[in-house]
């Protein structure tokens, strides 16, 4: 019988099935939308890429660069706003800004433990979030969620399961990257992983040219609907982030941070300060900056209503690393709590239980 028929219809379905996938796979690996195969440099701007590996990755890609380093601004993207060189000014030691998009308490548990077992940190800055950290609601656990998986040293996923996902990220991936990277004429965002910090170029064109109207973009947040009581879990978390910075003699300082007076609002108060109430009997100083301040309250030191600027993030240093440092944050104790609580009933805001 002569089988040569078969090998060529064989061979056919094998070449449509594989050339094809093989093809699609040094597109992913050459466009690399999420850099994280570190073959090619093509997304340079407007696409944000996984930032969560790629700070890891550049920490750990030569030998004593972690090291280099002794201190760490961790939290969400709102962190980004922190400039290591204004930290390092006002402490002498070496910053690396670890902020990554909606990242979560256990998130920032993790990065320290691997902070600590692989490096030398002395200094830590963890910037809190009320609504995108302790909420319930703004957790982000999906595992398809591309941007936003952590480096396999910091989370233990195997390499093997963390890289696959990357080849077959989709086409609409790949046609936002190459749009954002030789069709879009304006650079709205760039990412230097050397400092750990990304940019809006674009926004801060139009905020130096008239602050005024830039201010006018920020709208007010929607009013969160009913009420939400604070995630156990991102609490113990916290708890344990706590506990191993004081195990390794850590300076770790907790930050609330300055959010738009507008998005503070749309919380709910009475949740909100039950929040402050857990966070001020923790054994670890936290300096909030939200609320209504001469920094909340003005729109021009806002991109909108969930991200200041810098000049803002540099009065929040000068607090919290000078000590004694003069500014608009307190130090949240079980007295400073009550007294908000007490101005908010006597303002209407809370009902007098």
């Given at each position: 019988m002569d089988d040569r028929p078969f090998r060529r219809y064989l061979r056919l379905l094998i070449a449509l099935i594989f050339v094809p996938a093989i093809a699609w796979c040094a597109l992913e690996i050459g466009l690399d939308p999420y850099r994280v195969f570190?073959?090619?440099?093509?997304?340079?701007r407007n696409f944000e890429p996984n930032t969560r590996y790629l700070k890891i990755h550049y920490l750990a890609a030569e030998p004593g660069r972690l090291g280099g380093y002794q201190g760490f601004i961790l939290g969400t993207s709102r962190a980004n706003f922190y400039r290591v060189e204004t930290a390092g000014a006002l402490t002498g030691q070496r910053f690396y800004n670890l902020n990554v998009s909606a990242e979560t308490v256990e998130g920032m548990y993790r990065k320290l433990r691997w902070l600590i077992a692989n490096g030398n940190p002395k200094t830590v800055v963890a910037a809190l979030d009320y609504n995108v950290q302790f909420l319930g609601i703004y957790r982000y656990d999906d595992p398809d969620d591309?941007?936003?998986?952590?480096?396999?040293?910091?989370?233990?996923?195997?390499?093997?399961?963390?890289?696959?996902?990357?080849?077959?990220?989709?086409?609409?991936?790949?046609?936002?990257?190459?749009?954002?990277?030789?069709?879009?004429?304006?650079?709205?965002?760039?990412?230097?992983?050397?400092?750990?910090?990304?940019?809006?170029?674009?926004?801060?064109?139009?905020?130096?040219?008239?602050?005024?109207?830039?201010?006018?973009?920020?709208?007010?947040?929607?009013?969160?609907?009913?009420?939400?009581?604070?995630?156990?879990?991102?609490?113990?978390?916290?708890?344990?982030?706590?506990?191993?910075?004081?195990?390794?003699?850590?300076?770790?300082?907790?930050?609330?941070?300055?959010?738009?007076?507008?998005?503070?609002?749309?919380?709910?108060?009475?949740?909100?300060?039950?929040?402050?109430?857990?966070?001020?009997?923790?054994?670890?100083?936290?300096?909030?900056?939200?609320?209504?301040?001469e920094l909340t309250n003005d729109d021009r030191n806002y991109y909108e209503t969930s991200h200041f600027t810098a000049a803002v993030g540099d009065a929040v240093l000068r607090q919290v690393l000078v000590r004694n440092g003069a500014g608009v944050g307190v130090r949240l104790t079980p007295g400073v709590v009550d007294a908000r609580r007490q101005a908010l009933i006597s303002a209407g805001a809370l009902p007098n239980d």
């Open positions: 570190g073959l090619s440099d093509f997304n340079r591309l941007l936003r998986l952590d480096h396999p040293l910091v989370s233990g996923m195997s390499r093997f399961d963390f890289y696959p996902d990357y080849l077959f990220t989709g086409a609409k991936s790949l046609r936002r990257v190459v749009r954002a990277n030789l069709i879009t004429k304006r650079t709205q965002y760039v990412f230097d992983v050397s400092t750990g910090h990304g940019a809006a170029p674009a926004w801060d064109e139009d905020m130096r040219a008239d602050p005024a109207k830039f201010a006018e973009r920020i709208k007010p947040a929607p009013k969160e609907s009913g009420r939400m009581p604070p995630d156990d879990d991102a609490f113990e978390y916290l708890g344990k982030l706590a506990a191993l910075a004081a195990g390794s003699g850590i300076d770790l300082v907790f930050v609330v941070n300055p959010i738009n007076h507008d998005l503070f609002d749309s919380f709910d108060a009475a949740d909100y300060l039950a929040w402050e109430d857990r966070l001020a009997a923790l054994d670890r100083p936290v300096w909030d900056f939200s609320g209504h301040n």
